[in-house]
């Protein structure tokens, strides 16, 4: 069976807004950080989320365990850009050395050595603002949804009954994946199955994990099958669907819209004029002279 | 006859694509209106194919050899649109977590007719109506994946009335249900039938529908229809071994048949003479993230030779109570001791040699490519030698009846065996205490029977622990009953103490059963609790 995100009803900003407007305003939003690598830009709308996330009314201890994850994913990765420079190297050609770090002791004669530039900081930071607006704009979303909304939503957004229908089971679908995956866990372990003692090269350890992949996948096309029976059982795509809910746009969903394509649209205006590219402020530059 | 019958099934048989032999074999069959129709058998024993053939599961979603027909309201089912058939026919599945699409109870409910494209203040009337007759209005803004097992099987039953069927069919509705949740299942079932709605219950729990005066009963085996008569006839022609009869049918029934042997559950508990307990709650609380306490202050132990069985209502916290023996929960607060040892200092896969635990679904934990293998993985896991394995391996197989199916993929066989094998995986891995979280859902009476009383006179256990919703299964096999519920024990004694007030059964949403009555009537004579194929022998006849 499907279970749910941890929807609440929260007074808040995001809640009072219409969620086809939302899911608008969320992808403009979405494609218009993607377009900038300027730091006082990527800033800027990194403003908007930190006020979205702190109206939204959710207790941090609700998100904690999602906020870990991410945060730890996006500064594990932010902190290999800048060790290793990779990445970077397509937005900005020359470097300015600020510092170079070399270890006093080698490695089969090689010396591990950080050279620190202006480029690569200003990449990182930029880098973690960034990828931290996007996720944090994402997990708002499923805490803040009405479940019974989902299918009338993407219904709403244009898309026909039967595909939005299948939205609605997809976003629950991944919760109750976690759900899942937790069970046949605790499963395994009961029968004697350490995860944590797991070893060997890639070919074993994939071998190894086949108690918690099986189960998992299995379950999860069993239940495919199971909701599809129980969906034709109650004529579910023989002709046109009445959606029970019904939403409504007031005036500030469509503002709200309004705003998001306003800023798209002048984000893309600006970055076909060439701003908005990398930028790397003066007294780093400074720094590395 | 002036009006057509709701359904008629004519010569029917059918075999999936998959298989060699066919799943039923040359059904006839006619219902009247207005009757409530019960249809027992053991598990493959194809009711459950019949019943895909009535709803047009099959041919549309199973494909195979089909001959015969099916007619609802004189229409040939595979001819009719499945907007049509599912206004005809309503199924309720027997497990309602595999049928509930809606996020929410009110969208759960309205599915079907949003599908059929009804106006929306015509929909909303027809699910308050709905509700309200299933008394269950409150639960309307409720999110459906909150809702206890009995909570969850009504409104799965609402979202198929609510298309307002002729015929309603019901696989197994028990199955997930307390006692007095199941009661009311019934009456409200009885009351359908009473309003004109045909019914018919696929159930081997026969002695509970028995309670609701079906019209008539129909009992299968090996894919054909061996019966089909009156309630009253049932005790000459249905096998008490093969579904749950009423105590006093099979008390007449079983004095022509040989006496049954006497369990004697725990050799591995006589022998030992150290008695400090195996599993020891101490003042144990116990609350998930969202800071709500579900167990409050569990003083409990397990010792050598209980075999008890924890009785409570769906949502009373039973298995969070047995998932800190395996120290798959730790306390928030007091302790919890296995061996001695506070779990917080154990893995699970150290409480394992010592306590096995079989969870409810078997789903969750199959995955090996044969039963041979899928059984040596907790052994193995333990460091057993080879030779030991094989040796367990192949006793668990004989206790589970799946002798001849070591090379078959776990994956390929019926919910009842992959359940078998799921007990059997754990049997495999001798643990001194076996702990089994509702060992008997989805099986069948007779499959059930044995295997307890199998596992029962296994040499290794010390104690056994079992969760229950059936109450004649710690009449049968307990010598301690457990009884929880919001999150406390309520009772904890012998099963004669424990089971013999009724006022403690009724707050506990438990029914007494003709077989606990039996055996509290003849507790004077017996001093002990029996089956009732046990009582045959012991007491006099037409007693």
């Given at each position: 069976?499907?279970?749910?995100?941890?929807?609440?009803?929260?007074?808040?900003?995001?809640?009072?807004?219409?969620?086809?407007?939302?899911?608008?305003?969320?992808?403009?939003?979405?494609?218009?950080?993607?377009?900038?690598?300027?730091?006082?830009?990527?800033?800027?709308?990194?403003?908007?989320?930190?006020?979205?996330?702190?109206?939204?009314?959710?207790?941090?201890?609700?998100?904690?365990?999602?906020?870990?994850?991410?945060?730890?994913?996006?500064?594990?990765?932010?902190?290999?850009?800048?060790?290793?420079?990779?990445?970077?190297?397509?937005?900005?050609?020359?470097?300015?050395?600020?510092?170079?770090?070399?270890?006093?002791?080698?490695?089969?004669?090689?010396?591990?050595?950080?050279?620190?530039?202006?480029?690569?900081?200003?990449?990182?930071?930029?880098?973690?603002?960034?990828?931290?607006?996007?996720?944090?704009?994402?997990?708002?979303?499923?805490?803040?949804?009405?479940?019974?909304?989902?299918?009338?939503?993407?219904?709403?957004?244009?898309?026909?009954?039967?595909?939005?229908?299948?939205?609605?089971?997809?976003?629950?679908?991944?919760?109750?994946?976690?759900?899942?995956?937790?069970?046949?866990?605790?499963?395994?372990?009961?029968?004697?199955?350490?995860?944590?003692?797991?070893?060997?090269?890639?070919?074993?350890?994939?071998?190894?994990?086949?108690?918690?992949?099986?189960?998992?996948?299995?379950?999860?096309?069993?239940?495919?099958?199971?909701?599809?029976?129980?969906?034709?059982?109650?004529?579910?795509?023989?002709?046109?669907?009445?959606?029970?809910?019904?939403?409504?746009?007031?005036?500030?969903?469509?503002?709200?819209?309004?705003?998001?394509?306003?800023?798209?649209?002048?984000?893309?205006?600006?970055?076909?004029?060439?701003?908005?590219?990398?930028?790397?402020?003066?007294?780093?530059?400074?720094?590395?002279? | 006859?002036?009006?057509?019958?709701?359904?008629?099934?004519?010569?029917?048989?059918?075999?999936?694509?998959?298989?060699?032999?066919?799943?039923?074999?040359?059904?006839?069959?006619?219902?009247?209106?207005?009757?409530?129709?019960?249809?027992?058998?053991?598990?493959?024993?194809?009711?459950?194919?019949?019943?895909?053939?009535?709803?047009?599961?099959?041919?549309?979603?199973?494909?195979?050899?089909?001959?015969?027909?099916?007619?609802?309201?004189?229409?040939?089912?595979?001819?009719?649109?499945?907007?049509?058939?599912?206004?005809?026919?309503?199924?309720?599945?027997?497990?309602?977590?595999?049928?509930?699409?809606?996020?929410?109870?009110?969208?759960?409910?309205?599915?079907?007719?949003?599908?059929?494209?009804?106006?929306?203040?015509?929909?909303?009337?027809?699910?308050?109506?709905?509700?309200?007759?299933?008394?269950?209005?409150?639960?309307?803004?409720?999110?459906?994946?909150?809702?206890?097992?009995?909570?969850?099987?009504?409104?799965?039953?609402?979202?198929?009335?609510?298309?307002?069927?002729?015929?309603?069919?019901?696989?197994?509705?028990?199955?997930?249900?307390?006692?007095?949740?199941?009661?009311?299942?019934?009456?409200?079932?009885?009351?359908?039938?009473?309003?004109?709605?045909?019914?018919?219950?696929?159930?081997?729990?026969?002695?509970?529908?028995?309670?609701?005066?079906?019209?008539?009963?129909?009992?299968?085996?090996?894919?054909?229809?061996?019966?089909?008569?009156?309630?009253?006839?049932?005790?000459?022609?249905v096998d008490y071994r093969e579904v749950k009869l009423p105590a006093h049918m099979i008390l007449a029934a079983a004095r022509e048949d040989p006496v049954p042997p006497e369990i004697k559950p725990l050799l591995a508990a006589a022998s030992s003479s150290v008695q400090t307990p195996l599993v020891q709650f101490k003042d144990v609380t116990f609350g998930y993230e969202s800071g709500l306490e579900v167990l409050h202050g569990i003083n409990l132990e397990i010792n050598r030779g209980d075999v008890i069985a924890v009785l409570g209502p769906n949502g009373a916290g039973k298995t969070t109570l047995v998932k800190h023996a395996i120290g798959l929960l730790k306390p928030t607060g007091g302790q919890v001791l296995v061996n001695g040892r506070d779990t917080h200092q154990l893995s699970v896969a150290e409480i394992a040699s010592t306590l096995g635990y079989v969870f409810q679904s078997p789903s969750h934990m199959l995955f090996a490519p044969t039963v041979r293998e899928e059984l040596a993985f907790g052994p193995t896991n333990l460091k057993h030698s080879p030779e030991l394995i094989g040796e367990e391996v192949s006793q668990a197989v004989e206790i589970v009846n799946l002798a001849g199916y070591e090379e078959t993929p776990p994956l390929s066989m019926s919910f009842g065996q992959q359940k078998r094998v799921s007990i059997a995986a754990i049997l495999a891995m001798r643990s001194r205490?076996?702990?089994?979280?509702?060992?008997?859902?989805?099986?069948?009476?007779?499959?059930?029977?044995?295997?307890?009383?199998?596992?029962?006179?296994?040499?290794?256990?010390?104690?056994?622990?079992?969760?229950?919703?059936?109450?004649?299964?710690?009449?049968?096999?307990?010598?301690?009953?457990?009884?929880?519920?919001?999150?406390?024990?309520?009772?904890?004694?012998?099963?004669?103490?424990?089971?013999?007030?009724?006022?403690?059964?009724?707050?506990?949403?438990?029914?007494?059963?003709?077989?606990?009555?039996?055996?509290?009537?003849?507790?004077?004579?017996?001093?002990?609790?029996?089956?009732?194929?046990?009582?045959?022998?012991?007491?006099?006849?037409?007693?």
């Amino acid at each position: 069976m499907l279970v749910t995100w941890r929807y609440k009803p929260r007074k808040s900003l995001i809640q009072s807004f219409d969620p086809r407007a939302w899911i608008i305003f969320y992808a403009c939003f979405l494609a218009t950080t993607v377009l900038f690598w300027d730091f006082r830009y990527q800033a800027a709308l990194f403003i908007i989320t930190l006020i979205t996330v702190l109206t939204s009314g959710i207790k941090f201890n609700e998100m904690k365990r999602a906020w870990i994850f991410i945060g730890g994913f996006v500064i594990f990765f932010s902190l290999l850009t800048f060790l290793t420079g990779r990445g970077g190297v397509e937005l900005y050609k020359e470097e300015h050395l600020i510092t170079r770090l070399a270890a006093n002791f080698t490695i089969l004669g090689w010396r591990p050595t950080l050279t620190i530039t202006a480029e690569k900081i200003m990449y990182a930071v930029t880098m973690l603002v960034r990828v931290f607006s996007l996720a944090s704009m994402t997990i708002l979303i499923p805490y803040s949804l009405n479940p019974a909304h989902y299918g009338i939503t993407f219904r709403g957004l244009g898309l026909p009954d039967k595909v939005a229908y299948g939205m609605d089971l997809t976003m629950r679908f991944i919760p109750s994946f976690g759900r899942d995956f937790m069970l046949t866990r605790d499963a395994q372990r009961a029968r004697g199955y350490e995860l944590e003692k797991i070893t060997g090269g890639l070919f074993a350890t994939v071998r190894k994990l086949a108690p918690l992949i099986v189960p998992v996948t299995i379950h999860a096309i069993v239940g495919s099958e199971d909701i599809i029976d129980a969906m034709d059982l109650r004529a579910f795509g023989v002709g046109p669907r009445t959606w029970l809910e019904q939403l409504k746009y007031r005036k500030r969903d469509r503002l709200l819209i309004a705003f998001g394509i306003l800023l798209l649209a002048l984000s893309v205006g600006l970055s076909l004029l060439a701003f908005g590219k990398f930028w790397v402020p003066q007294f780093l530059l400074a720094l590395a002279r | 006859m002036t009006a057509v019958s709701p359904l008629i099934v004519e010569g029917l048989s059918f075999r999936y694509r998959s298989r060699e032999l066919p799943a039923i074999q040359d059904i006839n069959l006619t219902l009247a209106p207005s009757q409530v129709v019960l249809l027992a058998g053991a598990s493959g024993c194809g009711k459950t194919t019949l019943i895909r053939c009535i709803n047009g599961l099959i041919p549309r979603s199973y494909k195979g050899e089909l001959t015969g027909k099916v007619l609802l309201q004189g229409q040939e089912v595979t001819e009719l649109p499945l907007a049509r058939i599912s206004q005809l026919v309503g199924t309720v599945l027997q497990d309602p977590e595999r049928q509930i699409l809606g996020s929410v109870v009110m969208n759960e409910v309205a599915f079907g007719l949003e599908n059929l494209g009804w106006e929306r203040a015509e929909i909303r009337q027809t699910v308050d109506e709905t509700l309200a007759r299933l008394k269950i209005s409150h639960l309307r803004d409720r999110q459906t994946h909150s809702l206890s097992g009995g909570e969850k099987q009504k409104v799965a039953l609402a979202g198929v009335l609510a298309m307002r069927p002729n015929i309603l069919v019901l696989d197994e509705p028990l199955a997930s249900l307390d006692p007095a949740s199941a009661q009311e299942a019934l009456d409200l079932v009885r009351t359908l039938a009473d309003e004109g709605m045909t019914v018919l219950m696929v159930e081997h729990r026969v002695e509970d529908v028995l309670r609701i005066q079906p019209e008539r009963v129909l009992f299968m085996q090996d894919g054909r229809i061996r019966f089909d008569g009156l309630p009253g006839e049932i005790q000459k022609n249905v096998d008490y071994r093969e579904v749950k009869l009423p105590a006093h049918m099979i008390l007449a029934a079983a004095r022509e048949d040989p006496v049954p042997p006497e369990i004697k559950p725990l050799l591995a508990a006589a022998s030992s003479s150290v008695q400090t307990p195996l599993v020891q709650f101490k003042d144990v609380t116990f609350g998930y993230e969202s800071g709500l306490e579900v167990l409050h202050g569990i003083n409990l132990e397990i010792n050598r030779g209980d075999v008890i069985a924890v009785l409570g209502p769906n949502g009373a916290g039973k298995t969070t109570l047995v998932k800190h023996a395996i120290g798959l929960l730790k306390p928030t607060g007091g302790q919890v001791l296995v061996n001695g040892r506070d779990t917080h200092q154990l893995s699970v896969a150290e409480i394992a040699s010592t306590l096995g635990y079989v969870f409810q679904s078997p789903s969750h934990m199959l995955f090996a490519p044969t039963v041979r293998e899928e059984l040596a993985f907790g052994p193995t896991n333990l460091k057993h030698s080879p030779e030991l394995i094989g040796e367990e391996v192949s006793q668990a197989v004989e206790i589970v009846n799946l002798a001849g199916y070591e090379e078959t993929p776990p994956l390929s066989m019926s919910f009842g065996q992959q359940k078998r094998v799921s007990i059997a995986a754990i049997l495999a891995m001798r643990s001194r205490i076996l702990v089994m979280d509702e060992p008997t859902a989805g099986q069948d009476y007779k499959n059930y029977m044995a295997f307890m009383n199998s596992i029962l006179q296994l040499p290794t256990f010390e104690a056994i622990l079992f969760i229950t919703h059936d109450i004649d299964l710690a009449v049968i096999f307990s010598n301690r009953v457990l009884m929880v519920n919001q999150g406390q024990v309520v009772a904890d004694g012998a099963p004669a103490e424990v089971l013999r007030d009724q006022d403690r059964l009724r707050a506990n949403r438990l029914v007494p059963t003709s077989l606990l009555q039996a055996n509290l009537d003849y507790f004077p004579m017996t001093q002990k609790f029996y089956s009732a194929e046990g009582l045959a022998h012991r007491v006099p006849a037409g007693g």
